[in-house]
């Protein structure tokens, strides 16, 4: 922890961790790669500034709170332009007219996983377009990426990939060129790929924990093997969701989450019962977000097979002597 960040030791790392990044996610030299500071929700504001003209609009993809939030910090900067997929209505996430529509907005912003609602955008059908963006916090690394779609991708690494403090941003090299000489250096994306990250004193402790866990996923076979850990884990527990009369989820098949699992029982006083039981018996965290209520397991690549099962125990406990 007391590490120099000007230490050849900590530049060592910080190249190591780049090259395992770029390893994991198939990352050419045609993008560049940033650990930053400020969370996923300082992207929020960065985009508009460094990838917008003043005179031009971002349109945003809005599948749930997340895409919402930044959408709403783009507006204060930048004209927005939001649309609402009908999930229950379709598994494309643009039809072929909203595409031609939002070409000319200067970046298409999607919300790969939103954590709050247990929404992820259908595997196929990714829209096109010169500058697309995706907000991976709650998914990068869970799964195996083409990233050649994307004009940007980023993420905080607390979920999939180490604990709070940086953020990973992807940018396609030509976009660079957008970024405005007005801005601070600690906001240009361009100033902060010269400084290679560290125009001041980086979050050192959670890069290196981001180094280790980016050096164990691809010691544990890469993102294809820890995509099959995650779809059985994710599986099992949608299994137990629907086999059930006390759970529901009620995410159309084609957007459900694989990495935050929604469900609720019939009533308030249900779920504080089963909430109860289930940290009796160790099971923490499973209190949905305040603003969606009900309950959520989030099963990001730290969570085992075996917790999972430990939960479904619980469930179906739970659910035989309610019933
Ligand atoms: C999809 C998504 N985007 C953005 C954020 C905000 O991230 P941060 O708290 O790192 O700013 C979160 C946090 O949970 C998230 O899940």
Redesign the pocket.
């Known amino acids: 922890m007391e590490l120099s960040h000007r230490s050849q030791r900590f530049d060592r790392l910080a190249q190591e961790s780049e090259l395992c990044l770029r390893r994991l996610l198939n990352v050419d030299e045609n993008y560049v790669v940033l650990f930053m500071q ?5 992207q929020f504001g960065l985009i508009p500034m460094n990838l917008c003209n003043p005179d031009q609009s971002l349109s945003y993809v809005l599948t749930g709170h ?1 895409g919402v ?2 959408a709403r910090e783009a507006a204060r900067l930048r004209q927005v332009v939001r649309i609402s997929p009908d999930l229950a209505a379709s598994d494309q996430i643009l039809t072929e007219e909203q595409q031609v529509k939002h070409a000319a907005s200067a970046c298409l912003h999607l ?1 790969d ?4 609602e247990g929404v992820r955008l259908p595997e196929l059908g990714l829209p096109s377009h010169n500058c697309l963006i995706s ?1 991976m ?2 998914s990068l690394f869970s799964r195996p990426l083409d990233i050649s779609p994307y004009g940007m991708i980023y993420a ?1 690494a ?2 999939n990939a180490g604990i ?1 403090g940086v ?1 990973m941003v992807i940018v396609r090299r030509d976009l660079l060129d957008r970024c405005p000489d007005s801005l601070p250096t600690l906001m240009n994306y361009r100033d902060i790929v010269s400084a290679s990250s560290m125009q001041n004193t980086p979050a050192t402790f959670s890069w290196y924990v981001c180094s280790l866990m980016l050096e164990w996923l691809e010691k544990q076979g890469g993102l294809i093997a820890q995509q099959a850990r995650n779809k059985v884990k994710a599986n099992a527990l949608y299994q137990c969701i629907d086999q059930s009369s006390l759970y529901g989820n009620s995410v159309p098949a084609a957007w459900r989450s694989d990495m935050n699992v929604v469900f609720q029982l019939p009533s308030d006083s249900l779920t504080q019962a089963f909430l109860t039981m289930t940290e009796d018996q160790g099971l923490i965290g499973l209190k949905g977000h305040r603003i969606a209520g009900g309950c959520r397991a989030s099963l990001y690549n730290a969570m085992t097979l075996d917790g999972v099962n430990a939960l479904i125990d619980v469930m179906q406990e739970f659910e035989r002597s309610h019933s």
């Open positions: 400020g969370g996923a929700s300082l997340w939030k930044a919300t996983n939103e954590t709050i907000d916090s709650s905080g607390q979920k709070a953020t």
